[in-house]
């Protein structure tokens, strides 16, 4: 698998034949019946899953979620009664196949569908966040190729409410840009997914947090999702993780464009899913695990509205949330919402998402008139950055004629020359007086070898945030950029502002 998409963590089939339940032992299902494993699966307490069924009646009945990812065992027997018929399609031979796995290495999407929508009350192991969802199963991450992870995220669009991606790309503080296609195929769903009220796209925040431990035991490379162009795109749900704990496990990345977490795992504790070969797993942990925590939650949420829009998945994701954690330095209050770049705006609460769902108006589509853009408003400039971390530079785009008075995302496009990107930190303030930190000084390694790399070269790259949710748009907005780290200086060459939101 080409190394720029990668599953975010960490075989041949027990059982074929022409019934999947027959040839797999598979039986009946019954609302008394007791799912030996689901003691083990914390993680539907702590999200509120498990209050969302029994309190609210909802189990993600009605709603399909696409799975993208390497091979799905769609014959597990969890996982193959919520398994829309002809909903697959295997990119290795280009035919709508099961797409089974082929390879020792090719269980990452089974762990990742279980977490979302394992059968309930089967007698079998144990059951997902959304168990009565249906499962379509898309294998892209098999080739990789921006063809086939466009076509998968397009695939089946007036069927599929959400598509789940615990994939994006390598964590090594590296500026990895997302392709045309990709920033294509999202706003294509979003636009026109689901009769136009738009598909729901969940990706992972990374887990670079601490991808390399010196000698001493400290970070000697850390990283942060805005690096990670996937989940810098308008259209785009940035999963983060909580352990058992409700804090951020080690691996866990800050980031202005982070939404909500889901439960993952830490060193004591991981989460328990399904398996290859109709098995069951503990150790499945990471963001690749918090990311179909949320997708889940989206299931429960559009279950009990499914006239909602993605606009307001999205905005009911972070509304409901939990303010997990709070002792952590991180959380910023002096928004409109409190937020923290390692947490967004807390953790996902399945049963408050439903309740809050159940009676919530629209924001409206893409569409239809209701989202507002503002800009881009650009800047060009040649400005020299200085070797010397108490030397920022500072540029202000005033934002005067905007309607937004509540904003939902924000881009920024960034350019700057310089031998070592790694050296700068950039942050956003609002006119509120807000704060996005959408870059810091690093080391990179692109290639493993505990040696520092060059970071990437910032020509326009797109930064998103989600930080300044419900603020209004119009006033000064102010880019700061510093030079933290010592021997190189650079050119700051411009920047733009697009603003998304609501009037």
């Given at each position: 698998?080409?190394?720029?998409?990668?599953?975010?963590?960490?075989?041949?089939?027990?059982?074929?034949?022409?019934?999947?339940?027959?040839?797999?032992?598979?039986?009946?299902?019954?609302?008394?019946?007791?799912?030996?494993?689901?003691?083990?699966?914390?993680?539907?307490?702590?999200?509120?899953?498990?209050?969302?069924?029994?309190?609210?009646?909802?189990?993600?009945?009605?709603?399909?979620?696409?799975?993208?990812?390497?091979?799905?065992?769609?014959?597990?027997q969890d996982l193959a009664p919520n398994l829309v018929p002809g909903a697959v399609f295997d990119y290795?031979?280009?035919?709508?196949?099961?797409?089974?796995?082929?390879?020792?290495?090719?269980?990452?999407?089974?762990?990742?569908?279980?977490?979302?929508?394992?059968?309930?009350?089967?007698?079998?192991?144990?059951?997902?966040?959304?168990?009565?969802?249906?499962?379509?199963?898309?294998?892209?991450?098999?080739?990789?190729?921006?063809?086939?992870?466009?076509?998968?995220?397009?695939?089946?669009?007036?069927?599929?409410?959400?598509?789940?991606?615990?994939?994006?790309?390598?964590?090594?503080?590296?500026?990895?840009?997302?392709?045309?296609?990709?920033?294509?195929?999202?706003?294509?769903?979003?636009?026109?997914?689901?009769?136009?009220?738009?598909?729901?796209?969940?990706?992972?925040?990374?887990?670079?947090?601490?991808?390399?431990?010196?000698?001493?035991?400290?970070?000697?490379?850390?990283?942060?999702?805005?690096?990670?162009?996937?989940?810098?795109?308008?259209?785009?749900?940035?999963?983060?993780?909580?352990?058992?704990?409700?804090?951020?496990?080690?691996?866990?990345e800050p980031g202005a464009n982070l939404l909500v977490c889901g439960p993952s795992g830490n060193s004591?504790?991981?989460?328990?899913?399904?398996?290859?070969?109709?098995?069951?797993?503990?150790?499945?942990?990471?963001?690749?695990?918090?990311?179909?925590?949320?997708?889940?939650?989206?299931?429960?949420?559009?279950?009990?509205?499914?006239?909602?829009?993605?606009?307001?998945?999205?905005?009911?994701?972070?509304?409901?949330?939990?303010?997990?954690?709070?002792?952590?330095?991180?959380?910023?209050?002096?928004?409109?919402?409190?937020?923290?770049?390692?947490?967004?705006?807390?953790?996902?609460?399945?049963?408050?998402?439903?309740?809050?769902?159940?009676?919530?108006?629209?924001?409206?589509?893409?569409?239809?008139?209701?989202?507002?853009?503002?800009?881009?408003?650009?800047?060009?400039?040649?400005?020299?950055?200085?070797?010397?971390?108490?030397?920022?530079?500072?540029?202000?785009?005033?934002?005067?004629?905007?309607?937004?008075?509540?904003?939902?995302?924000?881009?920024?496009?960034?350019?700057?020359?310089?031998?070592?990107?790694?050296?700068?930190?950039?942050?956003?303030?609002?006119?509120?007086?807000?704060?996005?930190?959408?870059?810091?000084?690093?080391?990179?390694?692109?290639?493993?070898?505990?040696?520092?790399?060059?970071?990437?070269?910032?020509?326009?790259?797109?930064?998103?945030?989600?930080?300044?949710?419900?603020?209004?748009?119009?006033?000064?907005?102010?880019?700061?950029?510093?030079?933290?780290?010592?021997?190189?200086?650079?050119?700051?060459?411009?920047?733009?502002?697009?603003?998304?939101?609501?009037?």
């Open positions: 698998m080409p190394a720029r998409r990668t599953p975010r963590l960490s075989t041949a089939l027990a059982c074929l034949g022409m019934s999947v339940l027959a040839a797999c032992g598979g039986g009946g299902e019954d609302s008394t019946a007791t799912d030996p494993l689901l003691s083990s699966q914390w993680h539907l307490d702590a999200l509120g899953a498990k209050s969302a069924w029994a309190d609210l009646g909802v189990r993600g009945e009605g709603i399909r979620v696409a799975v993208v990812d390497d091979a799905i065992e769609t014959v597990h290795r031979t280009q035919t709508a196949d099961l797409p089974l796995p082929w390879y020792f290495d090719d269980d990452h999407g089974t762990a990742v569908t279980g977490i979302i929508l394992a059968r309930d009350f089967n007698a079998f192991q144990g059951a997902g966040v959304a168990p009565r969802a249906g499962l379509a199963a898309y294998n892209a991450l098999a080739t990789s190729t921006d063809a086939d992870i466009a076509d998968a995220l397009t695939r089946d669009l007036d069927a599929n409410a959400i598509y789940n991606n615990s994939w994006g790309s390598p964590d090594n503080g590296m500026l990895n840009r997302a392709e045309d296609s990709f920033v294509a195929a999202v706003r294509t769903g979003i636009e026109k997914g689901r009769a136009r009220l738009g598909s729901v796209y969940v990706f992972p925040g990374g887990n670079g947090g601490c991808y390399l431990v010196d000698e001493n035991g400290a970070c000697a490379y850390d990283e942060n999702s805005n690096y990670d162009g996937y989940v810098n795109q308008f259209g785009v749900i940035a999963a983060c993780a909580v352990d058992i704990d409700d804090k951020a496990p080690l691996y866990a004591r504790i991981a989460i328990s899913t399904t398996d290859v070969q109709n098995g069951f797993r503990s150790d499945f942990s990471g963001t690749s695990a918090s990311t179909p925590m949320v997708s889940g939650t989206a299931a429960l949420v559009l279950s009990a509205r499914p006239d909602l829009s993605w606009r307001d998945v999205r905005l009911i994701l972070a509304y409901s949330a939990r303010r997990n954690d709070p002792a952590h330095p991180g959380w910023d209050l002096t928004g409109v919402r409190a937020f923290n770049p390692y947490y967004g705006f807390g953790a996902a609460d399945a049963r408050a998402a439903v309740e809050l769902a159940r009676s919530w108006q629209t924001v409206g589509r893409s569409d239809d008139g209701s989202l507002v853009r503002c800009g881009p408003y650009a800047r060009n400039y040649s400005i020299p950055i200085p070797d010397d971390a108490s030397q920022s530079r500072i540029d202000t785009i005033d934002v005067a004629d905007c309607s937004i008075g509540k904003i939902e995302f924000v881009e920024i496009g960034f350019s700057a020359t310089h031998e070592y990107s790694g050296d700068l930190r950039i942050e956003l303030s609002s006119p509120r007086g807000t704060t996005s930190r959408l870059a810091d000084a690093r080391l990179c390694d692109a290639d493993g070898d505990g040696i520092a790399d060059n970071c990437g070269y910032y020509s326009d790259w797109r930064f998103g945030s989600v930080r300044h949710l419900d603020e209004t748009a119009s006033g000064p907005w102010r880019l700061q950029v510093s030079d933290r780290l010592a021997e190189d200086a650079g050119t700051w060459t411009g920047w733009n502002l697009t603003i998304w939101g609501r009037r």
